[in-house]
């Protein structure tokens, strides 16, 4: 079988490998454990080396077609992009022709190129993964919304599984219920009662992005220690607002209490997860966040914005606590409610765990399985 992906995702080429960032490697090493030939087409960025947060593809037979990423954020790039669009679309066009079963990822620039040139393969098995917020309610850039209606129509879309995250109502036949795992059967540890009378543990995983918004969970660090409680925030992840927030942590002498940790290996952030108590995510958009997951698997309660499937995932508030995501009083008093209330935290703590435990490596595996192979 012939298996082609067509992603936006940013591959780096070492030694006749190629890599990109670990949690989509993962997941697509999965994918490939079935298949006998891998069309890739994706941009590949010669300007940068590895990084600690990229692993390689593991798979012998690989045909990379390189790609060049675009945007039309401003009126330059709209206009280098009206000369690459077609042949971007050749490229992706070809690359389907000679495919088995087609993997689209989006949202995206290239996935809605992608969406459109499927249009012309309605007898081709496809799966999409979109990973971005499927709520139909939810306000997106036109072109997440033009993929949705396309991806979802099944006159435009035939003979397709897309996978989204979330249950949401009145969908088609095409959309599909999914999930991300992060962690094995074998890494499963039963809930564990943490100390809510000692040194609270906050934790921030994540990009350093405006849209993910980490300046409030140092804000909210900084309200309870004022406020006299005797709280520690360690915060994993990089991008464009590191500076920002080393420069309030800097000015505002809050060293002892927040740690910016930056990039860290899988096992560095799963310890973290163990040893804290809450984990403070107040996103703007998400689609999975697998973040939020990770930490009710290891017994971190979750304090989230409601978005994408985040209510879903924390059941209406029963497996963690869902705020609003732009009030820090709100979310410092949710920490204190739950420290005066040892016991409603010890009960949404498990019941974190053992709904977030469910969703293993092994499970995905399974279901991914049955979409490369039994269908």
């Not at 927030?245 to 096992?267: C, D, H, R, S």
């Amino acid at each position: 079988m012939t298996f082609t992906i067509v992603t936006h995702v940013s591959h780096i080429q070492k030694e006749g490998k190629y890599y990109a960032y670990e949690p989509y490697i993962k997941e697509m090493n999965l994918w490939l454990k079935y298949v006998d030939k891998v069309i890739i087409v994706a941009p590949l960025d010669v300007s940068r080396s590895i990084s600690n947060i990229d692993i390689s593809y593991e798979h012998e037979n690989i045909d990379f077609r390189s790609i060049p990423a675009f945007n039309v954020l401003n009126w330059k790039n709209k206009l280098k992009t009206l000369f690459r669009i077609l042949p971007i679309m050749s490229v992706i066009f070809k690359a389907y022709r000679q495919s088995d079963h087609i993997h689209l990822r989006c949202p995206g620039n290239i996935g809605l190129l992608g969406a459109l040139v499927q249009i012309f393969f309605p007898k081709k098995i496809k799966t999409v993964k979109y990973a971005g917020n499927w709520d139909p309610n939810s306000k997106q850039p036109w072109s997440y919304n033009f993929q949705k209606r396309i991806l979802s129509n099944t006159f435009f879309t035939k003979n397709a599984r897309v996978l989204v995250y979330g249950n949401w109502k009145r969908q088609t036949k095409n959309v599909t219920p999914f999930f991300t795992a992060s962690f094995s059967e074998t890494e499963i540890i039963k809930p564990v009662e943490k100390n809510l009378s000692k040194t609270i543990k906050l934790l921030y995983v994540g990009s350093f992005l405006k849209s993910k918004q980490p300046m409030f969970s140092l804000k909210v660090a900084e309200k309870l220690s004022k406020d006299g409680v005797d709280v520690v925030l360690d915060m994993y992840g990089d991008g464009e607002e590191k500076d920002r927030l080393t420069k309030y942590v800097k000015e505002n002498y809050l060293e002892k209490i927040v740690k910016i940790q930056g990039n860290q290996p899988k096992e560095v952030v799963k310890q973290a997860y163990k040893e804290s108590h809450f984990l403070i995510f107040i996103s703007k958009s998400e689609g999975w966040p697998k973040v939020v997951a990770e930490s009710m698997f290891f017994s971190c309660l979750p304090i989230s914005s409601k978005v994408s499937c985040v209510p879903y995932m924390l059941d209406e508030g029963k497996r963690g606590s869902l705020v609003e995501g732009n009030n820090i009083e709100e979310i410092s008093n949710e920490i204190i409610y739950y420290i005066k209330n040892d016991d409603n935290y010890q009960k949404k703590v498990k019941d974190a765990a053992s709904w977030s435990q469910k969703y293993t490596l092994e499970y995905f595996e399974r279901e991914i399985k049955k979409m490369v192979i039994d269908e």
